[in-house]
């Protein structure tokens, strides 16, 4: 049987792309070599390299936290003794407050006994001036009754 023009083409088409692939071989196979082992050098580079990009990222990233909270617990403790500060003061405040309104309280107390005590000797004297009064008035009355007898007068 012959064969048919155009299968043999196909087959020579392929045998020719088999022949070029070995020459391409022989002429850059080497050189693909080279250039996948470099390509895997460079990668093996690059991956050591961002590792330790990334382990000096993490240690960079820890201090820096670390700092902050240290400065952060500076801050908190600096604003405690403030507040501690403040509250003592504010307690030692209230407390001399509540001395001086027990002071004040005192010292109203004692004006308010004394007020009444002074309203209860006038309130005494007033009685002892009416009494007095009453006294005087009775005397006078007297006297005069006494002084009507001794003239001889007998009105009333």
């Known amino acids: 049987m012959a064969e048919k023009p155009g299968f043999k083409h196909i087959g020579n088409a392929s045998a020719d792309e088999q ?3 070995q020459i391409r071989e022989i002429l850059f196979g080497e050189q693909q070599r080279r250039v996948g082992e470099q390509m895997a050098h460079i990668e093996r580079r690059l991956d050591e390299q961002l590792g330790e990009l990334r382990a000096l990222l993490d240690q960079r990233v820890n ?5 902050l909270q240290q400065d952060l617990d500076k801050q ?4 405690q003794l403030a507040l501690d500060g403040l509250d003592n003061a ?3 405040l209230l407390q001399g407050l509540d001395d ?3 002071l004040v309280d005192s010292d109203l ?9 002074a309203l209860a000797e006038q309130a ?4 002892r001036l009416q009494q007095d009064s009453v006294s005087r008035g009775h005397i006078a009355e007297l006297l005069e009754q006494m002084a009507r007898t001794l003239r001889g007068d007998s009105r009333p």
């Open 100 to 102: 001086k309104i027990t």
């Open 19 to 21: 022949q070029m692939a």
């Open 90 to 92: 504010l307690r030692a």
């Open 76 to 79: 908190a403790m600096r604003q």
């Open 124 to 127: 005494a004297r007033h009685e």
């Open 63 to 67: 201090q820096a936290r670390d700092q």
């Open 109 to 117: 107390q004692e004006a308010d006994q004394r007020h009444n005590q």
